[in-house]
């Protein structure tokens, strides 16, 4: 796992959370992030093929986002059911 700081977690979990924004919009989001390391995160979360050519770190950080969000997702799911 890469270390962030809590501005580059935060930006990262809006690139993460807001993935249906337009490419330009992200990639604004992505040029807020601080380290070199948080970009690599959020390069590889933008782009499936920077993912597999990343180091150990940059990838289970990614993919922990990845899976916050799929996490949140599912669990927003349940929720609206769960109210019908």
Do not use: C
């Amino acid at each position: 796992m890469v270390k962030l700081t809590p501005h580059d977690a935060t930006t990262l979990s809006r690139l993460t959370q807001f993935h249906r924004l337009p490419d330009e919009k992200r990639r604004e989001i992505l040029d807020e992030l601080e380290s070199q390391e948080a970009r690599q995160v959020g390069e590889a979360i933008l782009d499936s093929g920077k993912l597999a050519e990343s180091s150990e770190a940059i990838r289970e950080t990614a993919i922990r986002y990845q899976q916050w969000l799929e996490n949140n997702q599912r669990l927003g799911r349940l929720r609206r059911s769960r109210s019908k």
